[in-house]
């Protein structure tokens, strides 16, 4: 009806034809959900080398000790470098024992031992690497340990000794668990038009799969994440502690895949419009050279669409017609990203709007309208998912150079657009793989290691 009263004004040639369209109603509602927790993968390799040289940074090479014969006495002890082997499900660990024995008459006396020690290597829930259920064994073919008053003695003290050590020598992995945990919990910021965004992984849990003796140690851990972004960013605050490690029957191997979702405001799609534009309007009509579009306006509708809003001004002047167009149009489509870009390649006019625009068909391009419109209205996220793939690719080197922790993202894509009442959420799934090495390797483009 609106549209049929418009016909005669513009056969009149009235001064002003005023656009009064119905504007689509908004999207009002909670949030899409968040994306389901994910299992972060990460396969350690420790090679006999790699422990060898960890042992040996940590264990100390020589110590004192007392025993008594006659009075206490001092035995003192060094160590040379360990050698490792694998067995059974077990670590055998070798050195070379030397021990100085202060005794009666003879003074002091140097007497060489072999030291074996047989554990389990296990993770504790508190992030300590342990030989579980190790015993130890100390022999020497010196002749003086059955001969020399107090030799055994100080054999059984060195003995002792020994096992105490093993009993309560752990390897703290706390701090580079701790390192991991704060670097992943710390939200990804995401410049979103004035009023940036956070997407956070938050690490529920770490559990790790069974031990696997290969030549070495090799062991799967997962942080389990939940993906969740907001916009501005929140003032919620992960806890400064990693969760304690839940060692668990199995844990799938290899490449993980995790959505992380980010944020772009309405605001920005509005803005990336008037880039194309001239001075602020956008001229469309080659038979019209003076009509042009201006102010565009995105907000969400139902159905997941967004809406476009533009306003259309300007003279329109043919075959006797002289009159003025002024009001808004709306288009309506369903966001996509393209080669990085949101867009919204089905954008096309609302039924009230192309009611108007077809009642104008003699003299405006409907098509073109909407072609330009479409063509405007991109915005480059690409520096959003660059900022994922730098959450998740890290290259974490360990102290003393004992190790390393090698990250690699492989593939980045978009698996959904979502229309939120105040912003857009675009979940972008990656996938990568992640390992820890002891020692780190040589090249950097080692492949990250799979069971």
Avoid at 196 to 201: G, Y
Avoid at 315 to 338: M, Q
Wanted: with cysteine; hydrophobic share 40%; charged share 20%.
């Amino acid at each position: 009806m609106r549209t049929l009263l418009l016909l005669p004004l513009l056969v009149a040639g009235c001064a002003s034809i005023p656009l009064y369209p119905s504007r689509p109603s908004a999207l009002i509602g909670a949030p899409h959900a968040d994306p389901l927790p994910a299992k972060l993968v990460v396969h350690v390799t420790a090679t006999a080398d790699g422990l060898k040289q960890a042992l040996d940074t940590r264990v100390p090479t020589s110590g004192e000790s007392t025993f008594e014969l006659r009075g206490t006495r001092a035995v003192g002890w060094s160590r040379g470098p360990f050698a490792l082997r694998f067995a059974d499900g077990r670590v055998e660990l070798k050195t070379d024992l030397t021990l100085e024995v202060d005794l009666p008459v003879l003074g002091k006396q140097v007497v060489p031992v072999l030291v074996s020690v047989q554990g389990e290597p296990i993770i504790t829930s508190d992030w300590k690497f342990r030989l579980q259920g190790a015993k130890s064994k100390l022999e020497s073919k010196d002749l003086r340990l059955r001969t020399a008053q107090g030799m055994a003695g100080a054999m059984e003290k060195a003995t002792a000794s020994l096992e105490d050590f093993i009993e309560h020598f752990s390897w703290d992995l706390s701090p580079q668990v701790k390192q991991a945990y704060q670097r992943l919990s710390t939200p990804i910021v995401l410049a979103a038009g004035g009023a940036d965004a956070c997407a956070t992984l938050k690490v529920t849990s770490i559990e790790a799969g069974p031990t696997v003796i290969a030549g070495g140690f090799e062991k799967d851990f997962a942080l389990v994440v939940e993906p969740s972004v907001t916009l501005p960013c929140g003032t919620a605050s992960m806890p400064p502690e990693p969760p304690r490690l839940a060692n668990v029957a199995t844990l799938p191997s290899g490449p993980f895949t995790v959505v992380v979702p980010i944020a772009a405001r309405y605001e920005e799609l509005a803005r990336a419009m008037t880039l194309a534009f001239t001075d602020g309007k956008l001229f469309f009509s080659k038979s019209f050279p003076e009509l042009y579009l201006t102010n565009p306006e995105v907000f969400a509708s139902q159905s997941d669409q967004l809406v476009v809003k533009l306003h259309l001004a300007g003279p329109i002047k043919a075959a006797g017609l002289s009159t003025s167009l002024d009001g808004d149009l709306y288009f309506a489509g369903h966001p996509e990203v393209i080669d990085n870009e949101l867009r919204i390649p089905d954008l096309q006019p609302t039924v009230d709007t192309s009611s108007f625009l077809l009642a104008l068909k003699a003299n405006l391009d409907r098509d073109g309208i909407r072609d330009q419109a479409r063509q405007a209205l991109k915005l480059d996220l690409g520096e959003r998912f660059a900022a994922v793939r730098a959450k998740l690719s890290n290259d974490v080197p360990f102290e003393n150079g004992l190790g390393c922790m090698k990250t690699n993202v492989a593939k980045i894509e978009v698996t959904g657009v979502y229309p939120h009442a105040s912003y857009l959420r675009v979940y972008v799934t990656t996938t990568a793989q992640a390992g820890i090495y002891l020692p780190c390797p040589a090249s950097a483009e080692t492949p990250v290691a799979e069971r």
